[in-house]
Nanobody, 124 residues
Framework: QVQLVEPGGGSVRPGESLRLSCQVS????????AGWFRQAPGKEREFVAT????????VYEDSVKGRFVISRDNAKNLLYLQMTDLKPEDTAVYYC?????????????????WGQGTQVTVSS
């Protein structure tokens, strides 16, 4: 069974940067696509970004395009999300997940198993 651990959150001011990481175990990470999701208070969990197994293809939610970069290190089973120019509306708990099907990662509702997530708070 896959295990997902997401350290690296924190509190920052608007305009600052933060990098999240996700340690994946229990699956052959290099054969999976991977993605980031987030859930703000009172809102549904939403897709943020996804990356193909070989890093050739990435897709971003419109509001983070140009500010967030998803990447991965298959040798270390690590997924990353570099977040720049953070805004208060980016405040949420961030989660990662993996799937053999790249396109499934566009929908958070496809997954019942999640890690504990990591809190990102953007506030002045």
């Amino acid at each position: 069974q896959v295990q997902l651990v997401e350290p690296g959150g924190g509190s920052v001011r608007p305009g600052e940067s933060l990098r999240l990481s996700c340690q994946v175990s229990g699956r052959i990470f290099a054969t999976d696509a991977a993605g980031w999701f987030r859930q703000a208070p009172g809102k549904e969990r939403e897709f943020v970004a996804t990356i193909s197994r070989g890093s050739l293809t990435t897709v971003y939610e419109d509001s983070v395009k140009g500010r967030f970069v998803i990447s991965r290190d298959n040798a270390k089973n690590l997924l990353y999300l570099q977040m720049t120019d953070l805004k208060p509306e980016d405040t949420a708990v961030y989660y990662c997940n993996v799937d053999s099907n790249f396109y499934q990662l566009r929908q958070a509702g496809n997954y019942a198993l999640w890690g504990q997530g990591t809190q990102v708070t953007v506030s002045s």
